[in-house]
């Protein structure tokens, strides 16, 4: 009986769950949904449109060299996926559709509908753990709920990953041809701006490319992670995130590749190695987060008692927040990188977060929608938990009088100013000391053309922390 493997967020041929259980049960076509409606509505970014569709033809090619024929189908939003999945099946004669499970309130009602509608045409779903290390639900609290503190999820992860590490599933061989031929790719979708070449430059498309990025970093950087990780001008991430958000990388891969780098060692050995897998294990926190406590998917903050903080409408100070001209240079810096690339150094993510939710006391969601707009990794999870860690509103979330002062911020992890001149060349000129705060140089010595500070720093976080000290200590609902 033919198989499908209906293809999402994994975009690969190697460590590909559905795929290789697909191709081991019988004959495989492979399908892809294009969504634009439904990416709309969850401020997909132009940006990681383009990258999927790049990494759609990589992975097409791949796959005819596995001689698994790629169908493409127009489906603008999720309602229509199962009649539409159910055509492909019905025409191909399928009896199995494969797919590799996603989360998130929308998704998981996509795939309940899809597989019930399937079971009425008599097609079998089968669905598989491929975007974690561990399915949700299986890392549970010892009265059975899910975990809010990540240092006690974190205990269980590395016990069960002690005793038995996830398995990297081989790229399956080649199956005999079928006599169905993949559909055309586009170059671009509707409603979707094309990002520039420089952008694309920075992210190329295709696994070939992101095992190779792996590669170099857990032979040449992992080492130096732990001491690297917090300084934007020096290459110390992985930058790997825009690849698994894609599936063109596994969690899994990334793993044994740090792993391979420390001598099998997970929660010992190399410091660096120790915490980039912590980085790893954080993104699956988030996304198990989203599971057990689905009201982060939908607008809603984890510590209920945080929707009753007293925001600020403050569209002019949002504006110039989003265009990087907030008269912060580490700020403003930050938010130039994110427009240009598609991407922020996580540390940066954190300052201009802080920044925007407690300096400026404007909702965190403003901030978390604009970043998904932006974002080449976005992630609702991984971004989701981000905004409201910042914001102190989040599970495990920084305490609310952490305030992330961005002038010190700034001296400490680009000491140099070589990251601010980089994206603020209205302060190259300044020296080492001064480029962090312009404004403290006053009247005539200040630069020419750049914003004086938004907002007072100094009342403004005493702002922020009268406004939480007013909810009270009230006990964070189940």
Not at 74 to 81: K, L, R
Not at 112 to 140: C, E, I, M
Request: neutral net charge.
């Amino acid at each position: 009986m033919r198989q499908l493997i209906w293809l999402r967020s994994d975009l690969r041929v190697h460590d590909n769950s559905a795929l290789a259980s697909a191709m081991a049960a019988g004959p495989t076509l492979a399908l892809y949904l294009l969504s634009p409606r439904q990416w709309l509505a969850h401020d997909d970014a132009p940006c990681k449109v383009d990258f999927w569709l790049r990494n759609l033809v990589e992975l097409q090619r791949a796959l005819q060299r596995l001689n698994v024929p790629l169908l493409v189908r127009q489906c603008d939003d999720w309602e229509q996926a199962p009649a539409i999945v159910a055509e492909v099946c019905h025409q191909h004669a399928i009896g199995t559709v494969q797919v590799n499970e996603e989360y998130g309130v929308h998704e998981s009602l996509r795939d309940r509908t899809t597989a019930a509608y399937l079971a009425q045409q008599d097609v079998a779903w089968h669905s598989h753990l491929d975007q974690l290390l561990f399915k949700p639900g299986s890392v549970l609290t010892q009265s059975g709920g899910y975990f809010q503190v990540y240092s006690q999820f974190r205990k269980v992860c590395y016990q069960r990953l002690h005793s038995a590490l996830p398995a990297l599933r081989a790229q399956p061989k080649a199956q005999a041809p079928l006599d169905v031929a993949s559909d055309p790719l586009p170059a671009a979708v509707a409603g979707f701006a094309a990002p520039s070449e420089a952008l694309r430059a920075l992210w190329p498309a295709g696994e070939e490319q992101a095992h190779s990025r792996l590669a170099r970093f857990a032979e040449e950087r992992i080492e130096f992670y732990q001491e690297a990780r917090d300084f934007p001008a020096t290459p110390g991430t992985s930058q790997l995130s825009p690849y698994l958000a894609a599936g063109v990388l596994s969690p899994r891969q990334c793993l044994h590749a740090a792993l391979r780098a420390n001598r099998g060692e997970f929660d010992s050995g190399n410091p660096g190695a120790v915490t980039w897998i912590n980085e790893l294990l954080w993104r699956e926190f988030y996304k198990h987060i989203l599971v057990g406590y689905p009201r982060v998917s939908m607008h809603r903050a984890f510590r209920q008692e945080t929707e009753a903080l007293p925001w600020r409408d403050a569209p002019e100070e949002l504006a110039a927040w989003q265009q990087g001209r907030t008269g912060l240079p580490i700020v403003d810096a930050a938010m130039r990188q994110l427009r240009e690339t598609g991407w922020m150094h996580n540390r940066l993510r954190m300052i201009v977060a802080m920044f925007l939710t407690k300096n400026l006391l404007i909702d965190w969601r403003e901030g978390e929608r604009f970043f998904m707009r932006q974002l080449i990794d976005g992630d609702l999870a991984a971004n989701n938990g981000g905004w409201q860690w910042s914001a102190s509103t989040g599970t495990d979330a920084a305490p609310y009088f952490r305030i992330f002062n961005p002038i010190s911020q700034s001296q400490k992890f680009d000491p140099d100013g070589h990251f601010i001149r980089h994206w603020v060349p209205e302060l190259a000129g300044l020296n080492k000391r001064d480029i962090h705060d312009p404004a403290a140089l006053g009247g005539l010595l200040a630069p020419a053309g750049y914003p004086r500070p938004i907002v007072d720093l100094a009342r403004s976080r005493e702002r922020a922390l009268a406004a939480f000290k007013h909810l009270g200590n009230r006990e964070v609902p189940a």
